[in-house]
């Protein structure tokens, strides 16, 4: 996946971290990248009716800082010597700190394993969700116990063109790097590609069954027909422009494999992943912009909320973080 030059690996004791290290690791070996480790730490903050003589918040923040830089540093040490890899500890709300180091350093990738514990039944934690949300470069949210080498992977993207010209703007640059992202990675894994893009005919129900738009069955298949024609044409254009990027023998070789389930994205891409046994999930994860406070797509939120997979979470190119320093 040779796309990434500055690599940020987030750390957190609480969860399998070799993970998220090793696929930073390896991610870094084949584009010559440099790895940045760090971990977040809550700042101490001194207890009402607690002595502060012996120690000191501020003493016992240091200590901690340095325990933990202590740790990172056993970490990477096996990887100092093939390859540009540095630690360090920060403190403060995690999301906030991370996202503050992708602004300072530049760095063009965040890969770390998600903070909630009952993986099975929720994605999210609370920081992570705001990470999704709010982190400007693509976000690697690595599923724990996941397989060392992906066997499938799946690219989500959106082709329907009704949206408003600048929404759809944003939605097409959305999907050449959700495609060119997927298509890499499923290079460098050996993996099967899988495309998917949901479509509805939004007028069906209503040409079915209201009084008033009621319709033949026949003449309802045939503009269903020719809706689902449309958007194949429009998942087809996608497709050969991301044969100009990759290139033909690339294409040839991971013989991408679409899917144009007919129903709603928040419901038939999780079920599309679910019986093709993904093992991660390629998507953008912004939709409208311009509307104060929406970050991140209900649509993108919904599918993250019920997948069990890992899954890279891109932002379109002219997005920006709401996160200051």
Excluded at 46 to 62: D, F, K, N, R, T
Excluded at 177 to 204: N, R, T, Y
Aim: proline fraction near 6%; aromatic fraction near 6%; charged fraction near 25%.
């Amino acid at each position: 996946m040779k796309q990434f030059k500055n690599i940020l690996c987030v750390i957190d004791k609480q969860v399998a971290e070799q993970h998220s290290l090793s696929r930073a690791v390896a991610l870094a070996e084949e584009n010559q990248a440099r790895v940045t480790v760090i971990m977040v730490i809550e700042p101490v903050r001194a207890a009402i009716g607690v002595s502060q003589e012996l120690l000191s918040p501020h003493a016992l923040q240091e200590m901690l800082i340095d325990a933990q830089t202590k740790y990172l540093d056993t970490l990477i040490e096996p990887y100092k010597a093939h390859m540009e890899i540095t630690a360090r500890v920060l403190s403060g709300t995690p999301f906030l700190e991370i996202i503050r180091e992708v602004l300072r350093n530049a760095h063009d990738l965040v890969i770390k394993c998600p903070e909630a514990p009952d993986w099975l039944n929720r994605f999210f934690s609370g920081d992570d969700k705001h990470l999704l949300r709010k982190c400007p470069c693509p976000v690697w949210m690595v599923k724990p116990q996941s397989r060392e080498n992906y066997r499938s992977i799946l690219a989500a993207v959106d082709v329907d063109d009704s949206y408003p010209p600048g929404e759809l703007k944003t939605r097409e640059a959305l999907n050449r790097m959700v495609m060119e992202l997927a298509g890499s990675l499923a290079i460098s894994e050996f993996a099967q590609l899988h495309v998917v893009h949901a479509w509805v005919a939004v007028a069906e129900s209503a040409l079915h069954y209201s009084v008033f738009m009621q319709q033949p069955e026949n003449a309802v298949n045939t503009y269903v027909e020719q809706v689902r024609g449309h958007h194949a044409k429009l998942l087809e254009r996608l497709m050969t422009e991301m044969g100009a990027r990759l290139g033909k023998d690339a294409i040839e070789y991971i013989k991408p494999q679409l899917h144009m389930p007919k129903g709603l994205a928040r419901k038939e891409i999780p079920e599309l992943a679910r019986q093709l046994d993904v093992d991660c999930i390629v998507m953008g994860t912004v939709a409208r912009t311009g509307i104060r406070g929406v970050i991140i797509g209900n649509t993108a939120e919904t599918i993250l909320e019920q997948i069990n997979c890992s899954v890279i979470a891109i932002k379109p190119p002219d997005f920006v973080t709401p996160v200051t320093f």
